[in-house]
């Protein structure tokens, strides 16, 4: 039998959109070190349930790191303390006996809280219905190989296109900024051959969303290549704002 | 929504860089000019004469700098005030993976802090009077004025005034130690390796400007307690 630890979990309650939230202390006795933290959570909400409770409300779907819809905040941490990790690869064997757990849901204007610690991040997918995508005519799959890709920007367009949309950029950056999100999605794209055609209009039309949306401005603080599940480097945000300028001086002297 | 409409949020941090990167310039050209005050007072007051000889052409240069600073300092406010309102709910917990720095965290009171000694530094120095009471060093040369130089000399001499220039230069560093590597960053100019580079290189350009700028009041009250003015 694997060993255990009791923790005190201070997770944050909020019934809907319109409730102020508060915390609420629980107890987590005898959580296995093997488990992950979202299954820390489950057995947490069974044994809530158990009690006739509310069980605790949180995102997830794959549980192998590579969907983007699991993520809170842990102790402070965006996916908590092990650095590119989401939260169901997070394991507990990571926290001590006798920890002390604050959980708290993704904060930004831009992703209001659903309910505990879901929240809604439809602005990552209207930045990219705004341009985040390549205009293709569907039919056969045309053979790979017929457009050719430089090895080292297919490497860089790769790097980007890791990005898993999990909002954890958004969460730990001091300004709530969603750069790394854009920069992630108009990089991947703009080093790619598919992605020329509409690289101008991308750029501009994705970081305009992204500003309606009410995400803050980047101040290169670079918290959120820290806490980028992914490792996505904050290189990609200097080629967004290289994208940008370069598209609205096109812009003005084209038309 | 939240957004000051004065171009998107890119445009905005690239004003700043621009407007940024011209104030980098006039500091470090301000302190190559501030060495000549090693080289006695001669130098000094004739580097000072020679700038006050530009005469239009200073003028141009200094509301170039105004203009500069009032874009500068104008969209970093905006931009402060909006990226405080985009957090919404605050966290319990603050954490940081290292991204951040004290230095990067405090731009906007550095920048502030400078912002106030500017007006301080502009009365004491570049607008007093250089042939009056306070460039007169007392038992050197004569009795008679000794222009910015005896200005420069008597001022470094008061410590109220040498702390507050020194935080003050403290606070310039701290702030280009993020400015330069940030200005990159938000023109477009660095990759990977590049960042790296640069991010040292701005930490060593705000520390050596801090350094260097506190020297000259160093400089002054050492020489005033060893050889003395000499003149």
């Known amino acids: ?35 992950s933290f979202l299954e820390m959570l489950d057995l947490v909400n069974e044994r809530l349930t ?27 941490q965006a996916h908590g303390p092990e650095s590119k990790t989401t939260l169901c690869q997070l394991h507990m064997r990571h926290f001590s006996d006798g920890d ?7 904060r930004s204007r831009a992703f209001p809280v659903l309910k505990d610690l879901v929240v809604d991040r439809s602005a990552f997918d209207r930045i990219i219905a705004a341009g985040g995508y390549v205009s293709v005519r569907t039919g056969q799959a045309p053979e790979a190989h017929s457009i050719p890709v430089p090895k080292n920007k297919a490497d860089l367009a790769f790097d980007a296109a890791q990005c898993i949309g999990c909002g954890a950029c958004v969460a730990a950056c001091p300004n709530a900024s969603a750069m790394l999100f854009v920069a992630a999605k108009v990089s991947h794209l703009s080093l790619l051959p598919q992605g020329q055609a509409e690289r101008r209009r991308r750029a501009r039309a994705m970081v305009a969303q992204m500003d309606r949306e009410g995400f803050g401005n980047c101040s290169n603080h670079y918290e959120c290549e820290a806490a980028c599940p992914k490792g996505i480097s904050v290189a990609h945000i200097a080629r967004l704002n290289r994208e940008h300028l370069f598209a609205s001086v096109m812009e003005k002297v084209t038309g | 929504m939240t957004a000051i409409p004065m171009g998107t949020s890119i445009v905005k941090k690239q004003i700043v860089a621009v407007s940024g990167l011209a104030l980098v310039g006039f500091i470090l050209a301000h302190l190559a000019g501030n060495f000549n005050i090693f080289l006695g007072p001669e130098w000094l007051n004739g580097y ?34 909006e990226n405080r309102r985009s957090r919404g709910v605050a966290y319990a917990v603050a954490g940081s993976r290292g991204g951040t720095t004290f230095a990067k965290k405090t731009m906007i009171l550095s920048g502030l802090m400078v912002l106030s000694f500017l007006f301080l530094h502009l009365s004491d120095f570049t607008f007093a009077d250089k042939h009056g009471s306070a460039s007169i060093v007392a038992g050197a040369n004569g009795g008679e ?18 702390v507050v220039y020194i935080f003050a230069v403290c606070c310039l560093g701290l702030h280009l130690s993020h400015a330069i590597q940030s200005c990159t960053q938000s023109l477009g100019l ?9 991010t040292f290189a701005s930490r060593v350009i705000g520390a050596l400007a801090a350094l260097s700028y506190a020297s000259i009041p160093v400089y002054v009250i050492v020489r005033h307690f060893t050889v003395g003015i000499g003149v």
């Open chain 2, 190 to 198: 660095s990759d990977e390796p590049v960042l790296q580079r640069v």
């Open chain 2, 48 to 81: 000072a004469k020679h700038l006050e000889e530009l005469g239009p052409v200073l003028w141009l240069m200094r509301i170039g700098l105004l203009a500069a600073a009032i874009v500068h300092i104008t969209f970093t406010v905006l931009v402060t005030i």
């Open chain 1, 100 to 106: 002390t757990v604050v959980i708290e849901p993704w």
């Open chain 1, 50 to 76: 158990l009690d006739g409770r509310e069980p605790i409300a949180f995102d997830h779907d794959c549980r192998e790191g590579i969907c983007g819809m699991c993520g809170a905040m842990v102790n402070g």
């Open chain 1, 1 to 35: 039998m694997s060993a255990t630890i009791d923790l005190t979990l201070k997770v944050w309650r909020q019934q809907d959109r319109s409730d102020a939230g508060h915390f609420e202390t629980i107890e987590a006795k005898d959580i296995s070190v093997d488990a």
């Open chain 2, 145 to 162: 004025s000794l222009g910015l130089y005896g200005i420069v000399w008597n001022a470094f001499l008061n410590p109220l005034r040498v």
